[in-house]
């Protein structure tokens, strides 16, 4: 996947979605037990997913990899994405999903079509 292709994905899934994935009151998780995901969380497929990997950000080490259809997307890309969800209120969602695409030379129109 690009960077934009990341975005879409991204900005399609919170926007459904529209609710944070929280493990408990304030812990924010790739995937939670009522089938909640996080920014990155949606771009697991449930074949790669393993619970053992449910961290609250975007880490890379031995036991924690993300899927390789990612490793060309910088890994700073998918923690502010990620931060987006975590650290903003979902109404705040689409403004910050806009500010990002502009930031980060992405077009936008996936926002405007996910947040109606």
């Not at 975005?7 to 089938?35: E, I, M, P, W």
């Not at 031995?62 to 910088?74: I, T, Y």
Request: hydrophobic share 35%; with cysteine; glycine share 6%.
């Amino acid at each position: 996947m690009n960077e934009q292709e990341v975005f879409d994905t991204v900005v399609r899934h919170l926007g459904k979605q529209r609710a944070k994935a929280l493990k408990n009151s304030s812990d924010c998780a790739y995937r939670t037990v009522d089938g909640k995901m996080c920014a990155v969380g949606c771009l697991i497929r449930d074949d790669e997913y393993h619970p053992d990997k449910n961290m609250t950000a975007v880490q890379l080490n031995e036991n924690r990899r993300l899927p390789d259809r990612l490793k060309n997307v910088p890994i700073r890309f998918l923690q502010d994405l990620q931060n987006i969800h975590d650290n903003n209120d979902v109404g705040n969602w689409a403004f910050c999903l806009k500010n990002f695409a502009a930031n980060n030379g992405l077009i936008s129109d996936a926002v405007g079509e996910a947040f109606k």
